[in-house]
């Protein structure tokens, strides 16, 4: 009988896992659709800054802004995007692994240039502060700055380093994250942030480019060059941090659904074993009765 009191709270323990787990994942998919939303509310103005720039491009011309000047690189960051809350899997180890992976490619290309690694979020902080690279140093983020930041804090993270990018601290900023594609597909990335790439304007040119159309720039195009690229890359790090956040919920659906699964199939296989161990429980009670009545 202490078997089957042991089975029960087992039983009991696994059923409330479960219960939970199913809680968490139906909270971690509210999450997701909330983010997908701020995507989409995103979507109009980061195609309106691209089609101005697009516009811009098309027409030849040289522009000078200090955000696209490439400098030797002596001094970098790479600002890695992870999660401040746990549950989500593999989600913050694959982040991770990746870093480890463009380190390297850094090394590989820049030599021995300083690194500095600023984490945002408590997990992948945590990791990265057991990284022992030289010429590798860790950087605490900014108060406030986290995986939950709000829009502003953003703007005010991304102002912060393009002045360092302008001032001569940093000659480049990178940016890992992790992209979301679909409920069930994200992928580490890595994006250049200052200086702004060619390829990214060159991309938003082919996209929206039209031979068909003529403009009029007032007061002139490199001003207005000038007044637009802050936005693109404003925008572009919106889009990273939201992507990522919504990458981190969806990790912790499917976490969560992997978690109920097994909860649920572990549950299962108690119930059969209380089942098998009360049936013969109630068979040996039912002998000894019968055995009782034999000997009177």
Do not use: W
């Amino acid at each position: 009988m202490a078997t089957l009191k042991a089975l029960r709270i087992r039983i009991g323990s696994v059923s409330s896992s479960e219960k939970i787990t199913g809680a968490m994942k139906m909270i971690s998919s509210a999450k997701v659709h909330k983010n997908e939303m701020e995507l989409k509310k995103l979507l109009p103005f980061r195609k309106q800054v691209d089609s101005i720039m697009a516009h811009l491009l098309a027409t030849g011309l040289e522009f000078n802004s200090p955000l696209i000047v490439k400098r030797e690189v002596k001094k970098a960051a790479i600002v890695v995007y992870g999660s401040d809350d746990g549950l989500c899997g593999a989600y913050n180890i694959n982040i991770f692994k990746f870093l480890l992976t463009q380190i390297r490619n850094f090394r590989d290309q820049y030599g021995n240039a300083e690194l500095t690694i600023i984490p945002v979020g408590k997990k992948i902080a945590n990791a990265c502060k057991k990284l022992e690279l030289p010429g590798v140093d860790v950087k605490v983020a900014p108060d406030g700055v986290d995986s939950k930041m709000n829009g502003d804090k953003v703007n005010e993270f991304t102002l912060g380093l393009r002045k360092d990018f302008e001032d001569g601290t940093l000659d480049l900023i990178q940016t890992v994250y992790m992209r979301y594609f679909s409920m069930s597909r994200q992928r580490p990335t890595v994006e250049t942030l200052f200086p702004v790439s060619p390829e990214v304007e060159n991309a938003a040119e082919e996209e929206k480019k039209d031979d068909n159309k003529f403009y009029l720039f007032e007061p002139d195009p490199d001003s207005i060059f000038n007044e637009v690229l802050p936005m693109f890359v404003l925008s572009t790090m919106q889009e990273i941090t939201i992507e990522n956040r919504t990458s981190e919920q969806a990790a912790r659906v499917m976490a969560m659904q992997s978690a109920n699964d097994n909860a649920k199939k572990l549950l299962e296989e108690l119930q059969l074993e209380y089942n098998k161990l009360r049936q013969q429980a109630i068979t040996t009670e039912l002998l000894d009765i019968l055995g009782g009545q034999t000997e009177r």
